[in-house]
């Protein structure tokens, strides 16, 4: 199954432990990149790594609430991952194409 990957841009929680006064403690903007796995009221989910066996890891689980955007950078992103295989077969050469993504 292939996952749109989007941009998020999110309103940090923030917190001290120590007595900053109030006035300086601010939420921030942050923005993760990644494949849109999950979506629903209360939760947004960013998988920001795949396998070769089309499964997700290392996800960012993000409140609603403290979401300010969403942006879809790529609706049905290609499978760079294809033909690949856990082993490694090829020369071990790294070879950047020009759309950014590697491949052997």
């Not at 996952?3 to 903007?29: G, H, M």
């Not at 960012?60 to 942006?71: D, F, L």
Request: hydrophobic share 40%; net charge negative.
């Amino acid at each position: 199954m292939g996952y749109s990957i989007v941009s998020v841009v999110f309103r940090d929680i923030t917190a001290t432990c120590d007595w900053t006064e109030q006035s300086e403690v601010e939420c921030l903007p942050i923005e993760v990149i990644g494949f849109l796995v999950h979506q629903d009221d209360d939760t947004v989910k960013l998988a920001t790594a795949r396998t070769t066996d089309d499964e997700y890891s290392a996800v960012h689980a993000i409140p609603t609430g403290c979401i300010v955007k969403i942006t879809t950078l790529v609706q049905s992103p290609p499978a760079p991952l294809s033909g690949l295989s856990d082993s490694a077969d090829n020369d071990g050469q790294l070879k950047i194409v020009q759309s950014g993504l590697a491949q052997s």
